[in-house]
Structures are given as structure tokens and as C-alpha cells.
């Protein structure tokens, strides 16, 4: 929408890669690195490691995820999420802080960019206020009333491919719309198994003790959680075709 005209113009664009994205996403990514070089607007790729295979090595930090917990007790829990600060927002917020021209830990008062957030109007919740005095924030999609629905039907209008939701192939958070996406690539849902099944075996499992971990919150083996639609399920209902799209009214 910015290269079209149709949102303000932006002097630079930033992607924060975990390194543990589906295949989708980098691929959307390479279509934008694309969109961008053609419209002059720099793309800084920023990283803090490979979310994956820091979580898996011993002599790492690990940041914790939302796990999905069951206790010795059968009780359920979730694990603190400190992923998306030490993977997402802290190389962002460098990149941010070189651009703005200040230091690590510089403080300054005077406002010196300005971030674009492409959070959508049904997403209005993760709004939030900037972290320091230097930066504002703009949600032009939620001043406009845009969802993701007009997002994906905007993208399809001009060419180009649906966007992929952007979240590691193993996130917890995942809904089974978006764990049959993963599964619907064999490499990442090979991938999403081998890890849920690592947070019961070596250093994930040793930190968990004696609870044990899963991504998904059936709390099972993530290969053995039924995620399919109701279509799929042979569920469907008879009088589906029939919407009008009036329930919303």
C-alpha cells in the first residue's frame, strides 16, 4: 500500500528474522525484497540467532516460549514468554536506534522516527505505546478500518500472492488453521514434530523436569493432535453453500 500510494511513504522497512519462519514466509520475504529494491525503500533483515537452534543448545541462553506445560500432577501450564523480546523486539529495536543515529542506551527525549506497525483493525489489542520518547508509533491499517481480510483481498487485487502469517514454524500460539498450514509443507511439519518432541527429550525436557512440554495445549504429541477442519473431519454442514454473509448485521 505505501509503494502503491495508497499510506504515506516510508524511508526504510525492517523484518526481525528468528530464523525459524515457514517456508511461505521467506518466500513472501524475497517478494518484498523485490517490491522494495524497485521502489527505492531500503529492507534491513535483522536477527539475534536461530530461535530453533539457540533453545536446543546447552551452552545457549534459553529464552523462554509459552510452552504448553503439564505437571507431575496432571495440571496444566504455560511457560513465560520471552522469545519475542529476545527475537523479535530487541534486534528492532537496535536497528531502530542506528537509524535514529543514537548509541546503545543513548537516552534521548526528541522525537526522531517515526515506526509504521502493519497491525490490522482486528487486531487492535496489540497496539502499544513506544518504549522510549524518540520514537512514535502509526497503525495506518487501524486509523483506516483495515482488516486482514481487506489486507489479503487488497493483495490479491494487485497481483500479488495471500501474505503468510509471520511466526516461528513451532510457536505455541499456533491456532490448527495455522498448525495445518505448517503441516500442509512436509519439511516445516517435520520440523514442528522434531521440536515438540525435543521439549521431552535432552536439555528442553532436563530444564522442564518433572513436568513435561508440548506445543500444542491438547498437551500430546504434536503428531498425534487431531487438526483437522470440520471439512476435512467430514463435518461440513449441509446448508453451508447457503451463507449469505449476513450474520455480521
Given at each position: 500500500m505505501i509503494i502503491h500510494g495508497e499510506l504515506p511513504p516510508v524511508d526504510h522497512a525492517i523484518?526481525?528474522?528468528?530464523?525459524?519462519?515457514?517456508?511461505?514466509?521467506?518466500?513472501?520475504?524475497?517478494?518484498?525484497?523485490?517490491?522494495?529494491?524497485?521502489?527505492?525503500?531500503?529492507?534491513?533483515?535483522?536477527?539475534?540467532?536461530?530461535?530453533?537452534?539457540?533453545?536446543?543448545?546447552?551452552e545457549h541462553r534459553f529464552a523462554s516460549m509459552p510452552i504448553h506445560i503439564r505437571r507431575q500432577d496432571g495440571k496444566p501450564a504455560i511457560g513465560r514468554r520471552q522469545c519475542t523480546s529476545e527475537y523479535k523486539i530487541k534486534p528492532l529495536m537496535a536497528k531502530q536506534r542506528e537509524l535514529a543515529g543514537l548509541k546503545p542506551r543513548q537516552r534521548c527525549n526528541e522525537h526522531r522516527i517515526t515506526t509504521v506497525i502493519g497491525i490490522s483493525w482486528d487486531e487492535a489489542q496489540r497496539m502499544r505505546d513506544p518504549a522510549f520518547p524518540w520514537i512514535r508509533n502509526d497503525y495506518p491499517l487501524i486509523d483506516n478500518r483495515i482488516r486482514r481480510e481487506d489486507c489479503i483481498r487488497w493483495n490479491t487485487e494487485h497481483g500479488y500472492p495471500p501474505p503468510p502469517r509471520s511466526s516461528c514454524i513451532g510457536c505455541p500460539y499456533h491456532s490448527n488453521t495455522e498448525w495445518r498450514a505448517i503441516r500442509d509443507n512436509p519439511i516445516d511439519w517435520a520440523d514442528a514434530i522434531d521440536f515438540d518432541t525435543q521439549l521431552r527429550r535432552g536439555r528442553l525436557a532436563h530444564l522442564l523436569e518433572p513436568s513435561e512440554g508440548f506445543l500444542h495445549p491438547a498437551r500430546i504429541p504434536l503428531e498425534q493432535v487431531d487438526i483437522r477442519s470440520k471439512e476435512e473431519a467430514g463435518q461440513g454442514a449441509l446448508f453451508d453453500m447457503e451463507c449469505e454473509g449476513m450474520c455480521g448485521l
Open positions: 523484518f526481525s528474522d528468528t530464523g525459524w519462519e515457514p517456508q511461505a514466509v521467506y518466500q513472501h520475504l524475497e517478494t518484498l525484497k523485490g517490491e522494495c529494491d524497485t521502489a527505492g525503500i531500503p529492507l534491513h533483515i535483522v536477527s539475534n540467532g536461530n530461535i530453533r537452534e539457540d533453545a536446543l543448545n546447552p
